[in-house]
């Protein structure tokens, strides 16, 4: 077998060194290609940037513009978000899938064309997520729907009695009048053996069964309730009156546009509500006699009526966030990522309004073809609870995967019983089962296809509902379906278990990419977020799979903002999307943007290796236990085994349909060989399985992959299809392969994992990598390269490499390095008494609000000469009142921007020196020592290595510091009048020489 002759491991640390799986280079790449695409990322290597527009009247020049500051500030391209938050525009004419929005778009990608290098244009799938539509009427089935019920006790047990039902609901989810349709799904009666104190009824699973039911002669109209055209006599008008308590609902919003013209997306009641009646006399409960009263007891038999209803959730629920402009005419209700209906829907909608245009489906194609595209559908914020979410399609497709009809125990699964045997959460399971195939099935896969084939982009997808449900879907699965998949930091915070969900599924379906929406933060971090911050942030991301950030975000420079309660939006610095509740803007409002290239490069180098590597992970766990989609903890990594990976395992999670992927196969004691190549399988904490999942296990053991139980045995069902018989004569079974063992803690499954000769790839400070040749470590805040003092036997590597919290560094094995110049490490320093820098000379560029302007984004840029001071921060300085006059600012605790710090230093008997900078919530953008540049500027550390650019005698050292922007928004704008001052500037320098 060929031996590889390069590879390289990014180790990332999150709190403690937790390493990110290796990254192998192919037997084709060599140590000088892989260094070179690490000097010089390409094109899909660099971060891209979400960004924002509030409508489709921005003109190609102003696209140009915005496009080229990110493209020259080191990003590779940017993902177009229509979000009309807080703005004013024409809906029929600037919204989203107008003739203006399709120019909009075809401009982007021209402009995007016109660059030396590739950049990227993606768009988002529609204005909100999940898909809404304003074709789409809540009681139809391509809307978004949940199943509701009702139930009663019974007291005849001959009697035909109406079906419970329950209340009509009369407003949508914002509060537009609309009277919602419920359609019977089933009929069922049950026993009841038990009232809990909670008021949760508990039935005898032995007793529930459906009933036959008829739909009676009464009917309601549902829908618009526009009573325009009805009689006031009529008992529809009467009806309605009753509806909203004797009040004409205002239904405009649904017959006029943004401009107040007449629009005719929707007719007014358009459905019918039906009613039913079940038949009790065929349910063999001739000797059953009900409790007195009205309370429910022991022995009593209710009915219980199942319905599907619209969820009526519209785009306008991102009003959450800010005053949302309707992004189109009408109302735009959500659409169902359950429903071969939905996809359709919206498959027909993008078909005849958006991709309808020939002249944007070539550019898109032709752009597909340089560099890439994506179609973005973020994450799915549905809301149903407390109902559950349901399809209309639903029962059809449950008995032909599963082989049974749940129908009988839709009490169980929609929460509003229990069962007496606890047998509910068989039930439970597999209804989520079903539903998360269904994404995946008739989502997914159909808008996944359309999109490949019409525009020639793929699709990507953050593939997870939201916690709001309390319905987990399968997100490996989802992740290995979607041409890309992408978490986010807002939801998974430092949880990064959720992305190791995500890489589980990318992984063993043999793709790679794993992208993030990155530094969202909702805790009062905008114009406040420094880089130091970001960094921690992104390498946590890193070390957890990700390997392609996408900065949340930047906002289109417009005008169009509102005024009077929200005129903040109009306001200096410019319009944000989400009034930067929970982003910063990734733009040239930023004091540090002229540096930006500082950042961006670091990424892209780290992701030159990430994306171009083949990952390699030591362990595959069957996860069911910790994915949490919105812990948002941002201190501390919840990693469920921690412990192992501050020994240096990495791993990937798993769920059940990702386990069953059909690309997961032993070879060789070895999990995806040719991929991942995960050395164990690490089951967690599951007390309960299918048999089918047990029998893909069983074939792993079989096939001498080691396979660790930790914490329970799963020796009952977790199925209604098997029993628990079956399920304990497999996992005897697979106990007997010999390859399979129990642990009960972390400290065990480590001495298991020693046991079976699995070693970590990197481990801590210590690292073993296999490969042939000398260690290098690259730098990507520099894009140097150094010779680490390593040792080597016959395959492998080993050295000592220091990483502190939240660092990273990247190892590169190789028998033949060609890179340019390599510092050596091993060497030894002698240091000097450090010197303390205590005078400097100081201006100041103070950044705020250009009043003679028209355009809130413009700023103007005053300098502040300060003169010698002693450092302190910018708050105690004394500026000359006229050159602060002139800033508009009243003190210098109000002032931002950008602050050059200049002084003079004589060394003697020294070859160079260390840097200590201490400063405030600012960041250190450039050091110059005699006019050259200092280019390893990690904001991880306070201490910079002058060793190349520092001289015998006098030397002079210039250093600029960029500050965030808070302390003048909190002035500026009445949106930040609450966020505290924070301290910029340098407050003390040291300056240790040394000689090699």
């Not at 996809?343 to 944007?360: P, T």
């Amino acid at each position: 077998m060929k031996k590889i002759g390069t590879f390289a491991v990014i180790l990332a640390a999150a709190l403690m060194s937790n390493p990110l799986s290796a990254i192998a280079a192919s037997e084709t790449e060599t140590a000088s290609s892989l260094y070179s695409l690490f000097s010089n990322p390409d094109a899909a290597s660099k971060p891209m940037a979400r960004f924002w527009l509030p409508d489709g009247a921005e003109t190609y020049e102003q696209i140009e513009r915005e496009f080229t500051e990110l493209y020259n500030a080191g990003f590779g391209g940017v993902e177009i978000a229509f979000f009309p938050a807080i703005t004013t525009f024409d809906n029929t004419v600037d919204g989203w899938a107008t003739e203006n929005w399709r120019t909009c778009m075809k401009n982007m990608l021209k402009a995007a064309a016109s660059f030396e290098k590739p950049f990227q244009v993606d768009f988002t799938i529609s204005p909100g997520w999940p898909v809404a539509l304003n074709t789409v009427d809540p009681n139809s089935q391509s809307a978004d729907v949940e199943l509701a019920s009702a139930f009663q006790k019974i007291t005849d047990s001959s009697a035909i009695m109406d079906v419970p039902m329950p209340a009509i609901v009369t407003k949508d989810f914002i509060g537009n009048p609309f009277i919602f349709k419920n359609t019977l799904v089933k009929s069922i009666i049950g026993q009841v053996t038990e009232v809990r104190e909670d008021g949760t009824v508990v039935l005898d699973p032995d007793t529930v069964k459906l009933v036959e039911t008829t739909a009676t002669e009464k009917t309601t109209p549902a829908g618009i309730p526009d009573v325009a055209s009805l009689a006031e006599d009529s008992a529809e008008y009467q009806y309605i009156l009753e509806l909203y308590e004797n009040e004409i609902p205002d239904t405009s919003v649904y017959f006029t546009d943004s401009s107040g013209n007449p629009s005719s997306v929707r007719t007014a009641l358009a459905d019918t509500q039906n009613y039913y009646q079940a038949d009790l006399s065929d349910t063999a409960l001739e000797n059953y006699t009900a409790s007195e009263g009205t309370e429910l007891a022991p022995g009593d038999y209710v009915i219980y009526g199942f319905y599907v209803k619209g969820n009526g959730e519209t785009t306008q629920k991102m009003g959450l966030w800010a005053p949302y402009e309707d992004a189109t005419p009408g109302v735009a209700y959500d659409t169902s990522p359950f429903s071969t209906a939905s996809a359709d829907e919206i498959i027909s909608y993008l078909d005849k309004n958006v991709f309808c245009d020939e002249e944007l489906t070539a550019l898109m194609k032709k752009a597909s073809a340089a560099i890439g595209g994506s179609i973005f559908e973020d994450s799915l914020e549905n809301s149903y609870k407390p109902e559950i979410p349901w399809s209309y399609e639903y029962l059809e497709v449950f008995e032909e995967e599963m082989g049974y009809d749940i129908s009988p125990y839709l009490p169980f699964i929609s929460g509003t019983a229990a069962a007496a045997d606890q047998s509910q959460d068989k039930y439970i399971t597999d209804y989520k089962s079903v539903l998360s195939r269904m994404y995946v099935d008739r989502h997914i896969n159909a808008i996944q296809s359309y999109i490949n084939e019409k525009t020639g982009y793929s699709y990507r997808a953050q593939g997870y509902l939201t916690p709001k449900n309390e319905i987990i879907l399968d997100t490996s699965a989802a992740s290995a379906a979607a041409d890309f998949a992408e978490g986010e930091s807002l939801a998974f915070g430092a949880n990064y278990d959720n992305y190791r969900y995500i890489t589980g599924g990318v992984h063993i379906a043999g793709k790679n990419q794993i992208s993030s929406e990155s530094f969202a933060i909702q805790d009062g971090s905008s114009y406040n977020l420094t880089w130091d911050r970001v960094v921690k942030i992104m390498n946590g991301e890193f070390a957890a799979g990700v390997n392609k950030i996408i900065f949340h975000g930047t906002s289109a420079d417009v005008s169009n903002a509102n005024s009077g309660e929200t005129a903040f939006s109009n306001a200096w610095p410019g319009w944000s999307a989400f009034i930067s509740i929970c982003t910063d803007d990734w733009d040239a409002r930023m004091p540090y943007w002229e540096d930006m290239n500082i950042l961006t490069d670091y990424i892209s180098r780290n992701q030159s290796i990430l994306l171009n590597g083949l990952p390699k992970t030591d362990l595959l766990v069957y996860n069911l236990n910790g994915y949490d989609p919105w812990s948002r903890v941002e201190n501390g990594d919840c990693s469920a085994f921690h412990s192992l990976l501050d020994m240096g395992y990495s791993y990937d999670n798993v769920m059940t349909d990702g386990l069953l992927l059909e690309r997961l196969k032993a070879e060789n004691g070895v999990l995806c060989a040719s991929g991942p190549a995960y050395k164990a399988l690490l089951v967690n904490h599951l007390d309960a399985a299918s048999t089918e999942v047990l029998e893909k296990i069983l074939s792993f053991a079989k096939e001498n992959v080691p396979v660790i139980f930790y914490g329970e045995l799963p020796d009952t069902s977790s199925t209604a299809r098997n029993t628990d018989n079956e399920v304990s004569e497999l996992l005897e079974e697979i106990m007997s392969t010999g390859n399979a063992s129990f642990a009960e803690s972390q400290a065990e499954i480590h001495r298991e994992l020693v046991r079976k000769n699995i070693l970590p790839e990197a481990v801590d400070t210590e690292i073993d990598l296999k490969g042939n040749g000398s260690l290098y470590l690259l730098n990507a805040w520099d894009g140097s390269a150094a010779l680490a003092n390593a040792s080597a036997d016959a395959d492998s590597v080993h050295a000592s490499i220091h990483l502190d919290g939240y660092d990273a560094v990247i190892a590169l094995v190789t028998e033949n390095f060609e890179g340019g110049e390599v510092k050596t490490m091993d060497r030894s320093i002698a240091t000097q008494e450090p010197v303390s820098l205590d005078t400097w000379n100081l201006t100041i560029e103070s950044w705020g609000p250009e009043p003679d302007t028209e355009e809130q984004y413009d700023t103007r840029k005053t300098a502040i000469n300060i003169g010698e001071t002693t450092l302190t921060s910018w708050e105690n300085l004394t500026a000359p009142a006229e050159a602060l006059s002139e800033t508009g600012a009243a003190s210098m605790a109000d002032v931002s921007g950008i602050g050059t710090y200049t002084t003079e230093v004589e060394i003697t008997g020294a070859t160079g020196g260390y840097l200590t900078l201490e400063h405030g919530c600012d960041m250190v953008t450039s050091i110059l020592i005699n006019g050259q540049e200092v280019t390893d500027l990690n904001p991880l550390t306070g201490t910079y290595d002058l060793g190349n650019v520092l001289v015998e005698g006098k030397n002079t050292i210039e250093i600029k510091l960029s500050t965030t922007l808070i302390n003048r928004t909190r002035v500026e704008n009445t949106l930040f009048e609450n966020s505290a001052q924070r301290s910029y500037g340098i407050t003390s320098a040291t300056l240790t020489p040394y000689t090699l």
